[in-house]
């Protein structure tokens, strides 16, 4: 069952990357409104750091960020939550980020589903998460399996 509302879901994709190009460098960047809900991903050849500006992000520090790597043949999604920062505990926010990531995961998979509708076998590829935190407790990177899991039935 999804959790995204597509309607709420805003998307911007930074020249010279396009809805089905490059593969590799595509950056997600991904922040909300605590007000409205709606979420803002920006697709780019790297992080927009324009969209982390703003005081409520520094503050909060509950950005998702993302990337497509490719090792040899392989290719792969990493995406990057910051325990440590912002607003609240690490155990605090650690959870909070384990709850809300399905929901990041389907707003990047459709979002960008031209993307996976031209390269098919990336559905296939691995999903890293990496939480980063100054403890080690929760300092990890863990396979959340792969972004077919995350589609809407409507892409």
């Given at each position: 069952m999804s959790r995204l509302d597509p309607k709420k879901l805003h998307v911007t994709f930074l020249s010279p990357t396009t809805v089905d190009s490059p593969l590799v460098p595509r950056c997600y960047t991904l922040t909300h409104s605590d007000r409205t809900g709606d979420l803002?991903?920006?697709?780019?050849h790297e992080f927009n750091k324009k969209q982390?500006?703003?005081?409520q992000i520094r503050i909060m520090r509950d950005e998702?960020?993302?990337?497509?790597?490719?090792?040899?043949?392989t290719y792969s999604?990493?995406?990057y939550c910051q325990i440590s920062k912002g607003i609240g505990t690490s155990k605090f926010r650690d959870r909070i980020f384990r709850q809300e990531l399905p929901l990041v995961l389907e707003a990047f998979r459709y979002g960008d589903q031209a993307l996976f509708h031209a390269n098919p076998f990336l559905d296939q590829t691995k999903l890293w998460i990496h939480f980063q935190s100054k403890k080690?407790?929760?300092?990890k990177v863990e396979?959340?399996?792969s972004p077919e899991k995350y589609a809407l039935i409507e892409d």
């Open positions: 803002f991903l920006t697709i780019a982390l500006k703003g005081w998702v960020l993302a990337e497509w790597l490719k090792t040899e043949e999604l990493h995406v080690d407790k929760f300092n396979i959340w399996g």
